[in-house]
């Protein structure tokens, strides 16, 4: 008699688990449910504020809007098609991209903010502003909004070789990789032979000969083993780039309700508030220098005073003459970064 008492009221308790489990599952269900692309993986220190923006909108707006995260383009979208894909809101609704991959549609980007030209990483909030309205010029027109940044990690881009070398006359003589086209034009008009070479690459490239230095952020560098093959790291420039955008299709943002739109919105402010202070403490090249010491590299002397105003002066003027010739879009983006540092 006592046994079935206590099986009938560990029934009910089961099915009060249960019932509970039911509602709780029908109110995951009923939230509308999205998918953010990201092209980072997620030990990456930008993937981690991606992921701390979703955390906390899943949070605020449990039950009404749910985001799953898919790091390392796991989704199969490539970033370069984003502007494309994300609009129509059904194979994504939100994503993390570099605005350096718009390019491919709208030309202008690649002159837009190249690396070297400021010379503060300071200057970055300054140009936020300004920065927010090119893009969202750009995706008002592919019906995309901009909800925020994320900074990236690091702030400091050395000069890493296989010989202790942190001067530009000493540079003179070798083959320097660089990712991108501004940066090779750059070394040239300062006499110094460079040359794109991916991430990927780099590494053999290096071991190889192909190049005999490279221009990284250390913290980079050691993802790719970089001390192994070019052990000594000199700094040259601060790495001032497009920061890191949070978009959202428009047709997908505009279908929930005000609160959660608010909820997108606060997190994604919290999150740029809090990547920026980061970015600019530099903690993270800290730590990455204090890593590529224990690895066997070695922290060389910054380049003198002399050479980086050399090198940011060769920047400007790549930079100037780069968006003279493309014109348009990409001439008035120019004039308003320009104005915006107050240049």
């Not at 027109?141 to 900074?151: Q, S």
């Not at 601060?238 to 505009?254: E, F, G, M, T």
């Not at 003459?321 to 320009?338: I, P, W, Y």
């Amino acid at each position: 008699m006592h046994k079935g008492k206590r099986w009938t009221g560990r029934l009910l308790a089961w099915m009060a688990v249960a019932a509970t489990w039911l509602v709780a599952g029908t109110a995951a269900a009923a939230a509308t449910q999205w998918k953010m692309h990201m092209v980072w993986v997620p030990a990456r220190v930008e993937a981690q504020y991606y992921q701390k923006f979703v955390d906390e909108v899943n949070k605020q707006a449990s039950g009404k809007l749910h985001i799953q995260l898919f790091p390392g383009a796991t989704l199969g979208v490539k970033d370069v098609d984003m502007l494309r894909v994300l609009p129509r809101g059904n194979v994504i609704q939100i994503a993390g991209l570099y605005p350096g991959y718009m390019t491919r549609d709208e030309p202008e980007y690649a002159v837009t903010l190249p690396p070297g030209v400021v010379p503060q990483p300071e200057q970055l909030d300054k140009l936020a502003p300004t920065l927010k309205d090119i893009y969202q010029t750009t995706y008002d027109k592919w019906g995309i909004k901009l909800l925020g940044f994320v900074a990236h990690p690091v702030r400091d881009t050395h000069l890493m070789c296989k010989e202790p070398i942190n001067t530009l006359e000493a540079l003179k003589g070798k083959k320097v990789r660089v990712w991108e086209k501004a940066q090779a034009d750059t070394f040239a008009k300062l006499g110094i032979s460079a040359q794109i070479v991916g991430q990927n690459d780099l590494y053999m490239a290096m071991r190889t000969g192909v190049v005999d230095c490279s221009v990284y952020p250390i913290h980079f560098g050691l993802t790719v083993s970089l001390q192994e093959v070019a052990p000594n790291a000199a700094y040259l420039f601060p790495y001032v780039l497009h920061p890191l955008n949070i978009i959202v299709s428009r047709k997908a943002y505009d279908a929930l309700p005000p609160d959660v739109q608010q909820i997108l919105q606060n997190a994604a402010n919290k999150i740029e508030q809090e990547s920026f202070a980061a970015y600019l403490q530099g903690q993270v090249d800290k730590t990455s220098e204090d890593e590529w010491k224990k690895k066997g590299g070695t922290v060389l002397a910054p380049f003198p005073e002399a050479d980086q105003k050399r090198f940011a002066e060769a920047s400007r003027e790549v930079w100037n003459a780069s968006s003279r010739q493309a014109g348009g879009k990409a001439q008035e983006n120019h004039e308003r970064v320009v104005k915006a540092l107050g240049w």
